[in-house]
């Protein structure tokens, strides 16, 4: 059982976690006919954009994730976060 807090779950398919550290990931699924899921740590600025904008930044976030899952390289997949 994982120690972070849902703070937004989308029917975009994604969620939004806080880690008991304060940060945040955001956990998006993936893929076509095998789906799986990946995640990326937001970095300060985007955690910015997110509290500025709220789930408007996220869902533009998370379709860029779904276009480009390696995201810059920048994604792992969930059962290696």
Known sequence: MSDEEV?????????LLRAPDGGLTLEVVVGGI????VRVRLTPDEAQ???REGTAFID???K???ADPP???R???ASEA
Not at 34 to 37: F, G, S
């Open 7 to 15: 703070l937004y779950q989308s029917p975009l398919l994604y969620r």
């Open 34 to 37: 095998a789906m799986y899921e």
């Open 49 to 51: 954009s997110y509290a």
């Open 60 to 62: 533009r976030m998370a």
């Open 64 to 66: 860029a994730i779904m």
């Open 71 to 73: 995201f810059g390289g």
């Open 75 to 77: 994604s792992v997949r």
